[in-house]
């Protein structure tokens, strides 16, 4: 039944409630999927990396996740959204402006039936969580005022070169293919991680040879956000509630079972126990790979993909890490680089690989963008519109997108750490790390002393702001 005058709020006619343009189907389910993926950060990593960790970085490891989804919301509406998606170019970004009037945010977005609102919340989940993610490689020593710092300038500097380039105008825009994010995210992520690791410096002796989770099951209560949580994440990139999203939601969850269940069976075989923590580790790594191929793959190949996502990246945390002396030199404290960035690489490929024709069309607009077929069907389709050399300048881009994303990451948060140990230290000092949660915040996850007394706070040694500003 139609809507009536008189079934509306006062001075409210049917087409200002409803502008003819919005699909309330797609609407919702976009405004369910970005609630999905802010709830992976908030609460599923203050979870995960406050439970991963020593019950002496448990608060400092929290924080560090939910400060910088608060940060990055600030930085998103005020600047960084029309940086990585604003209609005025500016080389390999957009023109920084705000995206908070209501003018932007209640208007259509360009091509699809949802409003421009809908897209700035969507995308900030997505930037957040990769500031996040990169975070896990720091977690145990970095100085939470460097932290502070960090967020907002890696946002501005690389996350958004990412999204611009491969997602809206930029130069490999129209020949990526990266569903959800495996390159602008979890490629990004896993690298900035492991670079950003390397300049602030490994944990003290203790933590780096002896670093047990303070609470498994909590830990997988974090997990367990981020698993479900995955369905916002990949289910959301087409912008409605339509058959690529089915697809995507379903293939998201059986790369990730496959992965977890191989990674298990890894372990089973070379330790000869399953290990909860590993679990979780392949979990991940499914997460990650299917991501930028979860909508436009049979089903068939994201299990495939699951099968390489619990393998490869077991290899290279499990043995390939601690025989190398170049990853042993780099204190990355939950192995980002392993879960996020091999995975994610791995996954990049086997998009260009496994990518079916007709799911490509459906996704991406082939009027404007030339994504070509993955190499395998470009070998064996019967179809005479699809060619082999379209399948090897597919993988071809997917392998230079891969270079320009991870080059672009080593530099800018190299620049971006060198600029802020000059004004605060990047890690605490050595009697701080010994302390942890205490010295850094006052405050301790369990209160272990007896009705609710506790020891007085141990007073931080670590400079917080720089000698310059502080009162003599």
Known sequence: ????VDSLPSGLLPDEASPDWLNKGDNAWQLTAAALVGLQSVPGLVILYGSMVKKKWAVNSAFMALYAFAAV???????????SFGDQKMGIMGRPNVAVTQKYLLEKHPNKMIPEADYVFYQFVFAAITVILLGGSLLGRMNFYAWMLFVPLWLTFSYTVGAYTIWD??????HIIDFSGGYVIHLSSGVAGFTAAYWVGPRNDSDRQHFPPNNII???AGAGFLWMGWSGFNGGSPLAANE?????????????????????????????????IGAVQGMMTGLVCITPAAGIVDSWAAMLMGVLAGSIPWYTMMVLHKKSAFFQ????????????????????????LFAKPNLVNLFYNLESSEQGPGLLYSIVSQNESV?????????????????FIAVWNVVVTSLVCIFVGRIVNLKMLEDDLEIGDDAVHGEEAYALWGDGQRHPPLRSLTPKIPAFLRRT
Not at 329 to 352: E, K, M, W
Request: net charge neutral; with cysteine.
């Open 387 to 403: 060619h082999f050399k379209d399948g090897i300048k597919q993988m071809g881009y997917q392998l230079f997108g891969a270079m």
């Open 218 to 220: 909590h830990m997988l």
């Open 244 to 276: 690529i999203t089915s697809l995507a939601v379903l293939n998201t969850h059986l790369c990730t079972a496959t992965s977890l269940l191989v990674w298990m069976f890894f372990d089973l075989i070379f330790y000869s126990k399953s290990s909860v």
């Open 1 to 4: 039944m139609s809507e009536t």
């Open 329 to 352: 030199r780099v204190d990355d404290t939950l192995g980002v680089f392993h879960t996020h960035a091999v995975a994610g690489l791995l996954g990049g490929l086997s998009s260009g």
């Open 169 to 174: 105008k930029g130069f490999l825009a129209s």
């Open 73 to 83: 919301l600030i930085c998103w509406v005020t600047w960084a959204h029309q940086l």
